[in-house]
């Protein structure tokens, strides 16, 4: 039976409390499901498991550690770090007490960190290791709030004799020893906090102006989790590795509230970069990414078979070919030819079931993607390779799930019809309108933008525009506010044509301009590694990025992409107008440590039209070659300056198709 | 400088060493010595006789005259592996790894002089063996995640760049747990970010498990930032010994990288 057993629990089961939180939830597993995996971490290269009862008596210890403290009710509880069981614990044990968890972007310079951590106004914080611990101590006169910072890995922190600085192994044997002296004191702290209670704080990237804190309520993450369960059959069986970062609203969903809600196991890779072993290692059953790992891992296959041996080469794309046939097919369930079945198990065997492995991706049932389009190119790999990968849309005000395809009914340009218990409605402007469940009870401290986003009857508006095709799929096109118009007329949607020129391996980011002009145009980064392999095969020498993207038949290459999009914007007669007329390939990658992209790699296309305005100019001038002098921070904070000439390119149009 | 650091007693002493080859004199009645949880530097230009001298302390080099004593066992000469079971390791200077191997197996044959099962048990792999590797796989995967090298764990050494090489020789110095760790020329050819990544862990091996180093760099900054103490040879004579200071501004040690007359 496909229903997860607590569920059964809980309706058969009316006497028991309702398991109407995180921690109720966490408590029943421990209960029902005691000795089964919860947890797993690797540490010093072997799996540690930890079971549900094991994690229980963990948060318990950290919980009454932090009331040991004096962490109360409503108290906000920092989260900073890589994806570490004691950081979802303290989540846990933060719930228990009726505290709200603020999860940070781990990546984030300490000067980012500011904002949040005043706006949350948070008293304690629990961090990964001694950089984290660093990033605080710098910033700390300015937080006034922050008096205790707890730490997980003690290592390079002997010397700390910092106030208010505390090992994990403190915390927990506090939290001890405060469970022997007052044994019921635990349980009572869980027994008040109830569905309507905040339960947590995640902070909007924020593409515009600082980030807000988004304010969910049991009761709308738990309604979600269980909706979403039950609509894709998953059970306490699955195997989930837990690899973005904890302070996005998708991994809350998918490594924490559904594996509360449904009792299956999370790992967490032993570091960021493992995390391709540790998937072949783990074989998730249920995977969550961003378009980009996606991308990131077909680039990687198609750089590998390249080098591969001829035969092995010929085999991959004979059953590659053949399986973009039918195991779309076979996927969506519709009825396929003996033959090819037999030629799709032979290929099995010899081609999808290796690379499968190799991506980890042995045992997955159900894969989802979101956040940006996903290349129909990409999307037909993964289908071929029979993995039943699917969109979704959705937002951190709706605990991520507004829209997800159906499965049989996927297709690549739309994001599927609204989840369970989800209504969406598409206002005159074209903005995108949600309501349900799920639906967050408000941003921290700001009513003004609460009531600005959330109508009285309890609409939200994304901000994104779109409509519904034919089918009564949802169709997103760009951000609402981001579509801008020609000169002469036409609609220009940056997104769009960014997305389509991402399509392309060679492209990694693209930055279009063209609100306001008469033509777009556009800023290239291309992908290191695939054109770096291109270069390569063709004995071009390169230094590095800067060299490589300044070199003529780099410009040659990028331009045969882009004439290909304007062939296909030509037969559009409704976006025909936006073909990219000329283009540069920038001379360093963007990166969210100069501010160029978002933490969760979104271009912010005002602040580069501004950083980069000299270049914009040059691209709607006669020029063929603009002088830039950027300022760039490295890794260690230190700032520094890049100058270079970078060339522009024309690029040729095509007349409009008459319809 | 981390001002929680103890310098403690000297621990090695060598005593008018004098060094050489036929006719060469690689090195000319040095005295030199090292006190415990120390960095220490020895500079020099080339061919000045820094290597030579690292050899001469691990007993690879036996000097003609001159003695070394290193936790107050005085001695003429010393045999390579007796050095190693004294608890001295080092690095070299031209990466001495297995390539074909991997980083993990690498870094476990620097526990060789830690192993105490014989042949016949480590083939029969029972009992102790069992254990004993088991417990040196823990030692060796501390190491590996004291150096966040996990992500290179089971790939050969021969495919790694060049400066993830020296980490993992690094780590297999470290295998050893040895209380004097010489290191020569740690950082050559490596770029800025690797080389404040091979400091950041000189520093922290010092800092976390005590272990006294001498080191032979070219690196001027380098060697300014991260050391305690400067020894600085020339053509096998000593010409300068002091803190980075004091090094800095002497005539001598001037004269010899400028090439100054006087």
Redesign the interface.
């Known amino acids: 039976m496909a229903s997860p057993q607590a569920l059964q629990v809980n309706a058969h089961a009316p006497s028991r409390p309702a398991l109407d939180t995180f921690p109720k939830l966490l408590l029943n597993h421990a209960a029902v499901r005691g000795n089964r995996p919860a947890m797993r971490e690797k540490d010093?290269?072997?799996w540690q498991t930890w079971s549900w009862a094991e994690v229980a008596a963990e948060v318990r210890a950290i919980a009454c550690g932090l009331a040991a403290r004096g962490f109360a009710r409503g108290d906000r509880l920092a989260i900073i770090g890589d994806n570490r069981p004691r950081l979802y614990w303290s989540m846990a044990a933060a719930q228990c007490l009726g505290g709200v968890p603020v999860p940070l972007y781990q990546d984030a310079v300490a000067e980012e960190m500011v904002f949040v951590l005043q706006d949350a106004g948070a008293r304690f914080a629990v961090v990964e290791d001694q950089e984290q611990v660093d990033k605080l101590l710098e910033i700390r006169d300015r937080l006034p709030t922050l008096t205790h910072i707890i730490y997980d890995d003690p290592?390079?922190m002997?010397?700390y004799q910092h106030d208010g600085l505390h090992s994990f192994a403190e915390v927990l044997g506090d939290g001890r020893v405060h469970h022997d002296e007052h044994p019921h004191f635990f349980q009572s702290e869980v027994d008040g906090v109830g569905a309507d209670d905040i339960a947590i704080m995640l902070y909007t990237s924020g593409t515009t102006g600082n980030p807000k804190g988004v304010a969910h309520t049991y009761h709308s993450m738990i309604v979600t989790a269980r909706n979403s369960i039950e609509a894709e059959g998953l059970s306490d069986q699955e195997e989930v590795l837990a690899y973005l970062p904890m302070a996005w609203v998708g991994d809350n969903l998918f490594s924490y509230a559904q594996s509360m809600v449904a009792g299956f196991c999370v790992s967490c890779p032993?570091?960021s970069?493992?995390v391709m072993?540790d998937m072949r290692e783990i074989g998730p059953t249920y995977y969550f990414a961003p378009p980009r790992v996606y991308e990131n891992l077909l680039t990687q296959v198609t750089i590998r078979m390249e080098d591969a041996s001829p035969l092995k080469r010929w085999m991959f794309n004979y059953f590659m070919e053949h399986a973009r046939k039918t195991g779309t097919r076979i996927v969506d369930g519709q009825p396929v030819s003996m033959i090819d079945r037999l030629g799709y198990w032979l290929g099995n065997l010899l081609v999808y079931g290796p690379v499968k492995n190799v991506l980890g991706f042995s045992r997955i049932k159900l894969a989802f993607t979101a956040g940006e389009a996903i290349g129909p190119e990409l999307f037909d790999f993964y289908r071929a390779l029979n993995i039943n990968i699917k969109q979704l849309y959705g937002s951190t005000e709706a605990y991520v799930m507004v829209c997800v395809q159906p499965n049989g009914q996927v297709k690549p340009d739309t994001v599927g019809t609204p989840a369970p218990g989800v209504e969406v409605k598409i206002a005159d402007s074209g903005e995108v309108l949600f309501r349900g469940p799920g639906v967050f009870h408000s941003y921290w401290n700001r009513p003004d933008a609460t009531a600005e986003t959330k109508t009285d009857d309890g609409w939200v508006l994304t901000g994104d525009a779109g409509f519904f095709d034919d089918d009564g799929h949802l169709k997103i096109i760009d951000r609402a506010k981001d579509v801008g118009k020609f000169t002469q007329g036409g609609m220009f949607a940056p997104k769009y044509l960014e997305n389509k020129l991402k399509f392309f391996p060679y492209i990694k980011e693209a930055v279009t301009f063209g609100d306001g002009r008469d033509h777009a145009t556009a800023f290239i980064n291309i992908d290191l590694s695939a054109v770096g392999n291109w270069a390569e095969k063709r004995n071009l020498p390169y230094t590095g990025y800067t060299d490589l993207a300044g070199q003529a038949p780099v410009y040659e290459l990028i331009r045969e992409c882009v004439e290909k999009i304007n062939a296909d914007l030509a037969r559009d007669p409704r976006l025909g107008h936006s073909q990219i007329k000329r283009f540069l390939i920038l001379h360093k990658e963007l990166d969210a440590d100069d501010g160029e992209l978002t933490r969760t790699r979104k271009v912010r296309r005002k602040f580069i039209s501004e950083r980069y305005g000299v270049l914009v100019e040059a691209l709607y001038s006669s020029q063929e070659s603009c002088m830039i002098d950027a300022q760039v921070k490295f890794?260690?904070g230190r700032v520094g300056n890049i100058r270079a000439t970078l060339k522009l390119c024309d690029v040729q149009t095509y007349p409009l198709a008459t319809a | 400088m981390n001002p929680h650091r103890k310098i403690g007693d000297v621990i090695l002493k060598a005593e008018n060493i004098s060094l050489s080859f036929g006719g060469v004199k690689a090195l000319t009645n040095i005295s030199l010595d090292v006190r415990e949880h120390e960095i220490c530097a020895i500079i020099g230009p080339n061919g000045a006789g820094k290597s030579s001298m690292l050899n001469v302390i691990n007993g690879v080099y036996h000097p003609q005259e001159g003695r070394v004593s290193y936790k107050g066992h005085v001695r003429d000469s010393m045999h390579a592996h007796e050095a190693a079971r004294h608890g001295i390791a080092r690095t070299f200077q031209n990466i001495a790894l297995f390539k074909g191997m991997s980083v993990l197996d690498n870094i476990m044959t620097g526990r060789n002089l830690k192993m105490h099962t014989n042949f016949l048990q480590q083939a029969l792999y029972w009992g102790a063996t069992q254990r004993e590797e088991i417990r040196h796989r823990r030692k060796v995967e501390e190491i590996i995640d004291f150096l966040q090298i996990e992500n290179i764990r089971k790939t050969p050494v021969g495919r790694l760049p060049y400066g993830l090489q020296k980490r993992v020789e690094l780590g297999r110095a470290l295998a050893a747990e040895p209380t004097l760790l010489l290191l020569d020329e740690p950082m050559a050819g490596m770029n800025v970010e690797e080389k404040q990544d091979m400091c950041r862990f000189i520093l922290d091996v010092n800092d976390e498990f005590g272990t006294t180093i001498v080191l032979i760099e070219h690196d001027m900054g380098v060697v300014m930032d991260i050391s305690d103490r400067v020894i600085v040879l020339d053509y096998g004579k000593k010409i300068g010994d002091g803190s980075p200071e004091e090094v800095r501004a002497n005539p001598d040690v001037i004269a010899a990288y400028l090439g100054t007359s006087h």
């Open positions: 010093l290269g072997i290592r390079g002997r010397h032993e570091s970069e493992t072993t890794e260690d």
